[in-house]
T-cell receptor, first 113, second 114 residues
Framework: AQSVSQHNHHVILSEAASLELGCNYS??????LFWYVQYPGQHLQLLLK??????LVKGIKGFEAEFIKSKFSFNLRKPSVQWSDTAEYFC???????????FGKGTTLSVSS | DADVTQTPRNRITKTGKRIMLECSQT?????MYWYRQDPGLGLRLIYY???????NKGEISDGYSVSRQAQAKFSLSLESAIPNQTALYFC?????????????FGPGTRLTVT
């Protein structure tokens, strides 16, 4: 069965530190990949997505992700985090049937000011 | 996203009670989904619907049922609530005319079953 693995359960950083959150998926065919963010007490919002083309995808709020097909990875990065980036981050992949998204278990990011 | 609304936002109920969670959207999307979120488990798909006559079970449909009353409305029912259904429930929508899978989420319903 398809799966999405997020290796970091909880990441703690100081403001201005660089961020990289890992995401690996199991499906080897054509993939549609997403990163969603959930700020405390709020719903999920789309950060960025990859369907095809340039493997380096830029999203909102200074986030970017790189699709590396050979590694089945779609890691999320930000050069300098802010306190307001404190949130839970979810990686997701479209399932093979194209009917829904499969989500990872999430990574909680805590940024101290 | 204000285009996807869920009611109620919070609900406490007792074991054995029937409860309905409602979702409405003004985005004009044809696809709607129900997920539950549990700490450390991420989001898991309960049911999804591609139009009013199309209902499909997701990963964890046991103990739940759904109704797609109209293109804009998709309700989730717990026929006889049990404590391990305590979770945060999200409704989401997507549009076949777009990517088909990029999903837009409602604000969530926090359900507690005592």
């Amino acid at each position: 069965a398809q799966s999405v693995s997020q290796h970091n359960h909880h990441v703690i950083l100081s403001e201005a530190a660089s961020l990289e959150l890992g995401c690996n998926y199991s499906y080897g065919g054509t993939v549609n990949l997403f990163w969603y963010v959930q700020y405390p007490g709020q719903h999920l919002q789309l950060l960025l997505k990859y369907f095809s083309g340039d493997p380096l995808v830029k999203g909102i709020k200074g986030f970017e992700a790189e699709f590396i097909k050979s590694k089945f990875s779609f890691n999320l990065r930000k050069p300098s985090v802010q306190w307001s980036d404190t949130a839970e981050y979810f990686c997701a992949v479209k399932n093979q049937a194209g009917t829904a998204l499969i989500f990872g278990k999430g990574t909680t990011l805590s940024v101290s000011s | 996203d204000a285009d996807v609304t869920q009611t109620p936002r919070n609900r406490i109920t007792k074991t054995g009670k029937r409860i309905m969670l409602e979702c409405s959207q003004t985005k004009g999307h044809d696809r709607m989904y129900w997920y539950r979120q549990d700490p450390g488990l991420g989001l898991r798909l309960i049911y999804y619907s591609f139009d009013v006559k199309d209902i499909n079970k997701g990963e964890i449909s046991d103990g739940y049922s759904v109704s797609r009353q109209a293109q804009a409305k998709f309700s989730l029912s717990l026929e006889s609530a049990i404590p391990n259904q305590t979770a945060l429930y999200f409704c989401a929508t997507s549009d076949t005319r777009g990517t088909g899978v990029e999903q837009y989420f409602g604000p969530g319903t926090r359900l507690t079953v005592t």
